[in-house]
């Protein structure tokens, strides 16, 4: 099986597209139970949700504050995931929460990884 990261993409500035704690619980709840049926499948790798704060490296090592939630879909967090193919990741990440929000979406993309050679596996 091949690795895929699911990244999740929220609206993280819109006052109005934030839940209230009881909305938030009820939405954890439903990502746990979401994550826990990937582990019984053996399926689940790791993952995490991520700060808001962090750097921005730009070239000539520039670095600045960052990145911002400027934009109404923000990387909120990710998991990793075990799949046959493509199709088998994005049909797990189709139930993810996540996706019950309003304008929010989820990335699937495989992670490549290199060979004890150094070239990048396939």
């Avoid at 909305?23 to 994550?35: A, T």
């Avoid at 790791?46 to 879909?73: N, Y």
């Amino acid at each position: 099986m091949d690795e895929f990261i699911v990244l999740m993409r929220l609206d993280l500035i819109t006052k109005a597209a934030q839940p209230s704690p009881e909305q938030m619980k009820v939405y954890m709840e439903s990502y746990h139970q979401w994550v826990d049926g990937i582990v019984a499948q053996g399926q689940f790798v790791g993952g995490t949700g991520l700060s808001s704060e962090g750097k921005v490296i730009k070239p000539g090592k520039v670095v600045t504050d960052g990145p911002f939630a400027e934009i109404k879909e923000s990387i909120a967090g990710f998991v990793i995931i075990k799949a046959n193919d493509l199709d088998e990741a994005a049909q797990l990440a189709a139930a993810c929460p996540i996706l019950n929000g309003e304008g929010n979406s989820v990335e699937v993309r495989k992670i490549v990884v290199r060979d004890p050679n150094g070239s990048y596996a396939k």
